[in-house]
């Protein structure tokens, strides 16, 4: 029997209206049976639970979750040294206000960077490393911003390291970069050994060659010989494997030209005499080759030069350029000195005088090239004062080492050792 719609009274059949609720009962509208009041109602409660469920889950993803922000964003990385941006920031034509606007580009991107450490004094909120960066006209020091939890990492470093580290470029100073959220990514080359007694090994403006078992340094040109400030300086010799000075050569004025397993070769000249008058350039020569046994400084042989020698004029001579040939002042030997050492030296025989210049040298070692960085100071003159590593492949600058204010003077790679002289010491490095 047909049930009313509203109240669900049982209705006769032929009847238009319900006996309960006088709802009447429009024609060909559907009556339902119980069974199907209470399907309907079961729905129903299965439906609206879900649908608040939903409503519940949506409200706390929205509301509780918190969204993207500046302090979760991923930080820009570029790939740019510290010796090449301070080169930029601080070039000598840059005015202030071109300078702060060159930096707008950089503030706020994350760098790894490779540097030497120069100190870690405790400040408050936090730890700052300084580094050396001293290739720029303003001798900029790079002021890494550390949290307190590397704390642990910065204790196992020591001022002179090589560290590698990223950063935040956060601010630029007068004489600094300054970095924040650093982290210590690795300590990267630990010397073997490092001498920088200045009492016992003289390594100002000394170029090194490096022997069978002996590192040597010494002047490589007639100017460097004459040495600064009264101090004449003499040739060097040290032990490859561990830095102990061996032996000092007594004679001063000498240049360093060549090593090899057995002897350090120096050059010394006696005296250069005018043959003729003032407008001619030629001059009567002698010298001496000195043979100095690598292991004890003691003299092998020598051998006296002499000869006719054509000089140059004082305006065109380039007496830094020595190494590149045999000169003394303004003065040519071609090819004498070395074919006279060819002849009485020993195997794995190295000239300095094949060495370039400083600003020119580069080593290949395992796809990296190893070369002096140099910078220019104010169109006055160039200064090498670090050493980088570069990709040989993608020419990206894999670290720069620093020497402090005083620069470096020469560097050697020999089976994989790096060997380096400054005017604050001399070391070697394992690659």
């Keep these: 029997m047909p049930t009313c719609p509203i109240c669900g009274t049982e209705i006769k059949e032929g009847e238009g209206f319900c006996?309960?609720?006088w709802r009447r009962l429009v024609a060909g509208e559907a009556s339902?049976?119980?069974?199907?009041?209470?399907?309907?109602?079961?729905?129903?409660?299965i439906i609206l639970p879900c649908v608040a469920a939903i409503i519940v889950t949506v409200l706390v993803l929205t509301r509780l979750l918190p969204g993207p922000s500046g302090?979760?964003?991923?930080?820009?990385?570029?790939?740019?040294?510290?010796?090449?941006l301070g080169a930029k920031l601080f070039a000598p034509q840059l005015t202030p206000l071109q300078q702060q606007n060159l930096w707008k580009d950089y503030q706020g991107k994350q760098v790894q960077w490779t540097n030497e450490l120069e100190s870690v004094p405790t400040e408050t909120g936090g730890l700052t490393a300084y580094f050396l960066n001293p290739l720029d006209s303003g001798r900029t020091a790079v002021a890494a911003i550390f949290d307190p939890a590397q704390q642990a990492s910065l204790l196992q470093l020591s001022n002179g390291d090589l560290v590698t580290y990223t950063g935040v470029l956060a601010s630029l100073g007068q004489n600094e970069i300054r970095l924040t959220d650093?982290?210590?990514v690795t300590r990267a080359l630990v010397p073997l050994w490092w001498?920088?007694?200045?009492?016992?090994?003289?390594?100002?403006d000394k170029r090194v060659l490096v022997g069978g078992e002996v590192v040597c340094l010494g002047p490589s040109t007639y100017d460097d010989a004459q040495g600064t400030n009264h101090v004449l300086p003499k040739i060097t010799a040290i032990d490859r494997e561990t830095g102990e000075f061996l032996w000092q050569h007594e004679e001063?004025?000498?240049?360093?030209?060549?090593?090899?397993?057995?002897?350090?070769?120096?050059?010394?000249?006696?005296k250069i005499v005018r043959m003729s008058d003032s407008d001619s350039y030629w001059y009567w020569y002698a010298s001496s080759i000195i043979a100095l046994d690598?292991?004890?400084?003691?003299?092998?042989?020598?051998?006296?030069?002499?000869?006719?020698?054509?000089?140059?004029?004082?305006?065109?001579?380039l007496p830094d350029q020595w190494s590149l040939s045999d000169y003394v002042g303004c003065c040519i030997l071609p090819g004498r000195v070395k074919d006279e050492i060819t002849t009485g030296g020993g195997p794995g025989l190295t000239f300095l005088m094949n060495k370039a210049p400083l600003?020119?040298?580069?080593?290949?070692?395992?796809?990296?090239?190893?070369?002096?960085?140099?910078?220019?100071?104010?169109?006055?003159g160039t200064e090498c004062g670090a050493l980088q590593a570069v990709d040989q492949k993608t020419d990206e600058v894999i670290w720069t080492m620093t020497f402090g204010q005083t620069g470096m003077t020469d560097f050697s790679i020999v089976d994989g050792i790096l060997y380096v002289s400054t005017d604050k010491g001399a070391g070697a490095f394992q690659l």
């Design 182 to 184: 650093c982290v210590v």
């Design 71 to 84: 302090h979760v964003a991923e930080v820009e990385s570029i790939g740019i040294s510290a010796h090449d």
């Design 359 to 380: 600003y020119k040298l580069t080593y290949e070692y395992e796809g990296v090239i190893y070369k002096s960085a140099c910078a220019v100071y104010g169109g006055l």
């Design 19 to 21: 006996s309960r609720c």
């Design 294 to 317: 690598g292991a004890t400084g003691q003299v092998g042989w020598d051998l006296s030069l002499s000869g006719d020698t054509h000089c140059e004029s004082q305006i065109s001579c």
């Design 195 to 204: 001498d920088n007694e200045d009492d016992v090994i003289d390594t100002a």
């Design 32 to 45: 339902r049976g119980p069974s199907q009041g209470k399907s309907r109602k079961k729905l129903a409660a």
């Design 252 to 270: 001063t004025k000498s240049i360093l030209v060549g090593i090899d397993s057995n002897y350090v070769y120096a050059w010394h000249p006696v």
